[in-house]
């Protein structure tokens, strides 16, 4: 009898709960609305297979159903073994209660809120990514992630999600069904609320299920918040994927955010322009619009370019530009330890040479009747040479390895442009690279008939050192 005696003291107390205001009410909320708002926490999807990754989904419910009451908004949550009575009343189990279904099972159980969400992980690091929803709306009004490397860090950082998570309910101190009728969003806060631009990006795309201008403004703050621990927003890939393909296209300023990301990549127009086209961005180099002038004539270009000077007239201001570009460089650098063989050596020699020669000579004559002659002679010599050589050598050989690296060399293409300015700006320096985005009015013809493209332009950005490929 005591499960249910119990369903029917919730279903009182759900009963007796006053009606959240609606779009068109005038009552006053504060303190006590806040405290008829019923949470729902629901078990997290646990995606989490390699070994000795295993987590206790129900052990991180419990830990965030603790972080919710201490949030301070005043909000009462309902237990496990309540939700679980409720449910089973209803002939649902709470492994039931995910996917599409989340905001649905809220209702049933008479929340008002609902924290739904998964643990995964992403590389060599934990996450829970957590989610939270207005039942009577069905509109997603809040995301955090946590993260940790162990599953004690990620413990030890569910408090902090959990306020990211209901940071916007405790700032405004009102329902979120008020704040469904106020329409207030703030993008900015939104993105400050985020770990890091990877996850920022995700939550604005669980965004687009309540709100498409939403998720856009969230994703516009993702990349350009400037406070990110490991660096910019230069997920280029992930945004031209096929999930924003239609904001992309659409979205007038969908040019000036792609160009703030290219910026962040390191400004290599050349290479990024074709994954920004593959979603159909109508964003152009100056190199296709000098080539064909009317048919680019009022659409964006995107040009890396030094400032040569700028020319004032009157009130009007013009920025002259020689574009430039990154060539990759090869060169072999060496890697690893060097080895070195030294070796040397000397040789001495010695020669003697000795010669002998003998020789003996006997002869007689006799003519008529003369007397006969007769004698001999005997001759004897010797020779001798010697000599002495000496020889030394010495030579050093080094080994090592070596791999081939490209480093990235800034050249000018030739192109040269002039683009208007709504006024001088002081900090466009002389000599200094930047990505400009213009729309293309045309071309005049420069000395040498060279073509100069004439500019409009609409906003510069410094690209990063650190080229990403």
Not at 151 to 162: N, S
Not at 414 to 432: C, H, I, S, T
Request: proline content about 4%.
């Amino acid at each position: 009898m005591r499960p249910r005696l119990l369903l029917i003291l919730l279903a009182c107390a759900c009963a007796s709960a006053p009606p959240s205001a609606g779009p068109g009410s005038t009552t006053s909320v504060g303190r006590d609305a806040d405290a008829n708002r019923v949470v729902s926490v629901l078990e997290l999807r646990n995606k989490l297979t390699r070994e000795g990754s295993a987590i206790d989904a129900g052990y991180v419910a419990d830990r965030l159903r603790a972080e919710v009451l201490g949030a301070g908004i005043g909000a009462r949550v309902i237990s496990r073994e309540n939700m679980l009575v409720l449910l089973q009343a209803q002939g649902k189990q709470l492994e039931d209660c995910e996917g599409e279904c989340e905001v649905e099972t809220g209702r049933r159980i008479g929340a008002d809120l609902v924290v739904s969400g998964d643990l995964l992980r992403v590389g060599d690091t934990l996450k829970a990514s957590l989610r939270l929803h207005d039942t009577r709306a069905g509109t997603l009004v809040g995301a955090a992630t946590a993260a940790g490397v162990t599953a004690e860090d990620l413990d030890a950082h569910l408090a902090p999600a959990v306020r990211q998570l209901f940071a916007s309910l405790k700032r405004s101190g009102t329902g979120a069904s008020q704040a469904r009728a106020s329409g207030s969003f703030d993008p900015k806060a939104f993105a400050a609320s985020q770990p890091s631009p990877f996850d920022c990006e995700a939550s604005a795309r669980r965004l687009r299920e309540s709100s498409a201008d939403r998720a856009w403004a969230a994703l516009v703050a993702c990349v350009e918040h400037p406070g990110w621990s490991r660096g910019d927003f230069t997920y280029l890939e992930r945004l031209t994927s096929g999930f924003w393909d239609t904001d992309l296209t659409s979205r007038s300023d969908a040019p000036r955010m792609i160009a703030r990301v290219i910026a962040a990549r390191g400004g290599d127009v050349e290479g990024d322009i074709p994954l920004a086209q593959k979603s159909r961005v109508p964003l152009f180099t100056l190199a296709a619009a000098v080539r064909q002038p009317e048919v680019y004539r009022g659409r964006w270009v995107l040009m890396r370019g030094a400032l040569s000077e700028i020319r004032q007239e009157g009130a009007r201001s013009a920025a002259v530009v020689r574009e430039t570009s990154l060539r990759a460089t090869a060169r072999e650098v060496p890697v690893g330890p060097v080895s070195r063989v030294d070796r040397s050596g000397s040789s001495t020699s010695r020669s003697d040479i000795q010669s002998s020669r003998s020789a003996s000579v006997r002869g007689s004559s006799q003519s008529g009747n003369s007397p006969r002659y007769s004698g001999s002679g005997q001759y004897s010599g010797s020779s001798s040479t010697s000599g002495t050589s000496q020889h030394s050598s010495s030579g050093r050989t080094e080994y090592s390895s070596v791999k081939q690296r490209f480093e990235n060399e800034r050249v000018e293409t030739g192109r040269r442009a002039v683009g208007k300015l709504a006024q001088a700006d002081p900090f466009l320096e002389p000599e200094k690279d930047f990505l400009f985005l213009a729309r293309f009015d045309g071309v005049n013809p420069g000395q040498n008939q060279e073509p100069v493209a004439m500019l409009s332009i609409a906003g510069y950005f410094q690209p990063n050192a650190l080229l990403i490929q």
